[in-house]
């Protein structure tokens, strides 16, 4: 069953630093509250889940049929609704809000966003080829990416074939980050690392789809300062 997400904007980056002088890179993401706008039952459906309005928009910037979708559901319009698969409906209602407080027993979630776009690249900066001979008869094509086709059988490019194009602008997922700290006053939330895309772009939060049995740095801080104290004590 897919876990309840939440979307939020990318800030910038930072460092956080523990008491062993540490340093942390961490991404700041600004969450944004999640509004239930409706309960979706198996009997009606044949899947149980819920779905969730991010974003405040206009009335103005809506469509007939999304305006009176809003007013039934006697809700504010938003611009993006979701779908999450549930095992129940028991603990949600309609027109309840939620925020930060769904990673708070959570030590690792995965992220969905979209990359920098970067434009019509060529295949030695888009798939790391290392272009033509710089002499022996090459002239003008030395970036260019060679033969694509084969011979007369079966004389087509197949699908798939690394050539220059998009570079970029696509929807990358980055799993098992660590929640480093939550800013439930500020709704903002510190993940270790860095996160695809470009400041201010939607970002996609979630629990960790795996079962994660890393430590944390908090926890990997605690082994450390044990295993310093045993020495001392067989000292003694």
Do not use: C, W
Not at 83 to 101: A, C, I, T
Not at 208 to 219: F, G, W
């Amino acid at each position: 069953m897919t876990e309840i997400a939440l979307i939020g904007k990318k800030i910038g980056m930072s460092r956080e630093f523990y008491k062993t002088g540490q340093s942390v890179p961490v991404t700041i993401i600004k969450m944004e509250k999640g509004r239930i706008i409706q309960l979706i039952n198996k009997e009606k459906r044949g899947y149980q889940a819920i779905q969730i309005g991010f974003e405040n928009i206009k009335n103005s910037k809506l469509n007939k049929a999304m305006k009176g979708y809003f007013s039934k559901r006697k809700t504010e319009a938003k611009k993006i609704l979701k779908e999450f698969k549930v095992k129940s409906l028991d603990n949600y209602k309609e027109g309840n809000e939620l925020g930060l407080e769904i990673f708070k027993d959570i030590k690792f979630v995965d992220v969905k966003s979209k990359t920098i776009g970067k434009g019509f690249a060529g295949v030695m900066k888009r798939h790391n080829f290392s272009g033509l001979r710089a002499s022996h008869g090459v002239s003008v094509s030395h970036r260019s990416h060679g033969s694509t086709g084969q011979r007369q059988d079966p004389g087509k490019v197949f699908k798939g074939k690394k050539m220059a194009g998009q570079m970029g602008n696509k929807l990358r997922t980055i799993q098992n980050l660590e929640i480093i700290k939550t800013d439930t006053e500020n709704n903002l939330l510190y993940l270790k690392g860095s996160i695809p895309g470009s400041k201010n772009s939607k970002i996609l939060v979630k629990k960790s789809a795996k079962n994660i049995q890393k430590l944390t740095i908090p926890e990997k801080i605690e082994v450390l300062e044990k295993q310093k104290k045993i020495p001392d004590k067989k000292k003694k």
